[in-house]
């Protein structure tokens, strides 16, 4: 605190609490243990706020400064800046006409140009190749070529590594010169000596990369452990130490105790009589932890909140499948809820939990049920009540058990090739804190007899299920499993309400978002216009081929 009284700064202590009096003018409350952190690491002596400005104006400043010399090399000019550094650049091309674009967009470009959107579409491109070209000029540059997966190949390349490329990625690869190896290429080199100058400044020493965002590094304590770039990243935004799994949650049990989320679900099991451990870390530590573990059912419960578990908070594409696939390997399935889920279905997410541990309330044969057919609106108001993601009206039939006069389970149908006769189970649900033993077999009997479907295809949400297809219903009543789709995702700009990607596909955004600039891409559209995505775990596909029967 010698550095505070030499500069002339007031303080008051406050418990564990330092209220400081900054020279901006500004007053802040922040913990001891924070202030010590920032004296020792000599950062400036003004308040988080404007640290913040300055650091955001540093920025703006900086990504100007860097458009404007690629624009003034390429033959351009800028005519307005924006406020922020993700805004959008107007620009004096060197086709004379001024245009639009931010400055991902721009720095996309391959090779960079000036061009404004309409003149650069209809610049001459490069000869297309075919497949049989394609084949050839690998062969030619001395790659080999290991198998072709539907639109990917696997290559071999010449320094060893095996790579997968999209057939459209080869291409460009191929045509614009780029090295087709990411771990060789000069990009991802200058990229990996920034990353692990970043990780020698958390406390941590790297070992080796394992992919392009992951990185093996060892703890201060010996343990060697594996890292995404994100949670690296935020390790140096906090000022923190980038500790291995076993030690942070050391730091973070002192820290924090469990959520209101986390908490709703603790008392779900208690109510039960299921003990349950939160914040579980498996062994060896991996750099993961499970919110809720179940012992006596191997079975882990993820509290998502939205916000905190989005891509704009570091949690791409593959973190919950990851996450997920890593657990099941430990043999333990985890269970992935959305905080707005628990808190505003708290019933239904409550029913689902008991039938994963077996502690479902009531228990109702299908062969003691009526089979009815329902209306769009019952089978709809039936949804809406019982099943996670609720009713649809886009369906062609549905069918319910009925016992004691009250629907117990229900399935909707949906025609997706009429030509050929073939359908999705589109909604399946059991009433909620009931389970229907034989009720799924005799609703798709039902179905069966009415309409002599020659396929049923229906997908299964990973977020809730098992990875192995085996433990599924599914498989017991005569589907038969042919793969995962990838992980989906859904947008937000409130973390309560959640909107299928389907309604925010490229073509739609013109008319439907303020800002938009056809030459970027659906996402960041999206993300200019304040918009944020959650990825998923995707789902398991099964299928039920009728045409032999």
């Known amino acids: ?58 920025k703006r400043l900086a990504a100007i400064k860097e458009v404007k010399d690629a624009v003034k090399k390429a033959g351009g000019r800028v005519i307005e800046a924006p406020e922020k550094a993700s805004g959008i650049f107007k620009i004096l091309g060197s086709c004379g006409h001024e245009f639009t674009i931010s400055k991902y967009g721009l720095f996309g470009r391959s090779p960079l140009t000036t061009l404004c959107p309409s003149c650069h579409a209809s ?12 084949k050839k000029r690998l062969k030619d540059i001395g790659i080999q070529l290991v198998a072709i997966r539907g639109d990917k190949f696997i290559l071999e390349m010449q320094c060893g590594h095996i790579v997968k ?44 990369r394992i992919s392009s965002d992951r990185y093996k590094l060892k703890c201060a304590c010996g343990n060697v452990f594996e890292a995404e770039m994100a949670n690296i990243s935020k390790a140096i935004k906090k000022q923190e130490d980038m500790l291995c799994h076993k030690c942070a949650h050391k730091r973070r049990v002192r820290k924090k105790g469990t959520s209101k989320d986390e908490e709703a679900i603790l008392d779900i099991l208690r109510k039960a009589g299921e003990e349950a451990i939160p914040s579980y870390c498996p062994e060896p530590p991996n750099g993961l932890e499970c919110d809720i573990f179940i012992p006596s059912m191997n079975t882990g419960i993820e509290c998502d909140g939205v916000f905190h578990h989005s891509e704009l908070r570091g949690r791409g594409r593959k973190y919950h499948i990851n996450k997920k ?6 043999g333990v399935n985890v269970m992935f809820f959305y905080d707005n889920e628990i808190r505003t279905k708290t019933n239904i997410v409550e029913s689902m939990i008991l039938h994963a541990i077996g502690k479902t309330r009531h228990r109702v044969f299908a062969r003691k049920c009526d089979i009815v057919k329902l209306s769009a609106k019952e089978a709809k108001d039936f949804f809406d009540s019982n099943h996670i993601y609720g009713g649809t009206g886009s369906t062609h039939a549905s069918y319910g058990l009925k016992y004691n006069n009250e629907v117990v389970s229900a399935a909707s149908f949906k025609l997706i090739n009429a030509k050929e006769n073939q359908y999705e189970l589109y909604r399946f ?65 409130d973390s309560r309400f959640l909107y299928s990607r389907q309604k925010f596909q490229k073509h739609k955004l013109k008319s439907l978002l303020e800002v938009y600039d056809s030459s970027l891409s659906e996402w960041e559209n999206m993300r200019n216009n304040g918009w944020n995505r959650i990825w998923d775990c995707g789902n398991a596909v099964f299928i039920m081929d009728l045409s032999t029967n």
């Open 123 to 134: 610049q001459a491109q490069p000869k297309k190749l075919n497949a049989d070209d394609l």
């Open 429 to 493: 649900s059991n009433k909620v804190y009931c389970s229907v033993p034989g009720g799924l077999s005799r609703l798709i009997s039902a179905f069966r007899s009415a309409v002599s479907p020659s396929l049923i295809k229906t997908f299964m949400d990973l977020r809730f299920s098992s990875l192995d297809p085996h433990r599924s219903s599914y498989t017991k009543v005569g589907f038969e499993y042919i793969g995962n789709s990838e992980p989906n995702y859904k947008y937000f700009k």
């Open 325 to 330: 696939e890593y657990f099941h390997a430990l």
């Open 1 to 58: 605190m010698k550095k505070l009284i030499s500069s002339g700064i007031r303080y008051t202590v406050d418990g564990k609490y330092i209220e400081v009096d900054w020279p901006c003018g500004h007053s802040q409350k922040i913990q001891k243990h924070k202030l010590v952190e920032r004296l020792k690491r000599d950062l400036p002596l003004i308040c988080s706020t404007c640290l913040k400005k300055y650091v955001n104006e540093g």
């Open 165 to 208: 490329h999209t057939t459209s990625g080869v291409k460009k690869r191929l045509s614009s010169g780029r090295n087709l190896c990411r771990s060789c290429s000069t990009r991802s080199s200058d990229i990996e000596k920034k990353h692990i100058l970043m990780i020698e400044s958390t406390g941590a020493n790297f070992i080796d």
